[in-house]
Nanobody
Framework: QVQLVESGGGLVQNGGSLRLSCEAS??????????MGWFRQAPGKEREFVAG????????YYGDSVKGRFTISRDNAKNTVYLQMNSLEPEDTAVYYC???????????????WGQGTQVTVSS
């Protein structure tokens, strides 16, 4: 069973930056075979797709609200996916989750494994 552990969340001022990390373990296949995604959920709101990457096809996709500000990357040697978040806004405040699945990159919550989440708070 895949385990995902996020880190890097915290409190940042409006316009600041954070980098989230998600390390995977317990993999059945090599990490590069997994599509990795980042989602977020703010209080009272539905879980929202943020970014995703599928290594074998080089596909990367971003949610509309973060395009141009966030960058997803992965280090397959470290079984880790990252989310660099720049120009953060109070509206980015949420719990951020890492997710993994085998197969196509999807923007819905159809992922097989999820991390516990890390809180990101952007102050105005």
């Amino acid at each position: 069973q895949v385990q995902l552990v996020e880190s890097g969340g915290g409190l940042v001022q409006n316009g600041g930056s954070l980098r989230l990390s998600c390390e995977a373990s317990g993999l059945t296949f090599t990490f590069s075979a997994y599509t990795m995604g980042w989602f977020r959920q703010a209080p009272g709101k539905e879980r929202e797709f943020v970014a995703g990457t599928r290594r074998d096809t080089g596909t990367i996709y971003y949610g509309d609200s973060v395009k141009g500000r966030f960058t997803i990357s992965r280090d397959n040697a470290k079984n880790t996916v990252y989310l660099q978040m720049n120009s953060l806004e109070p509206e980015d405040t949420a719990v951020y989750y890492c997710a993994a699945r085998l197969g196509a990159l999807v923007v819905t919550a159809q992922y097989d494994s999820w991390g516990q989440g890390t809180q990101v708070t952007v102050s105005s």
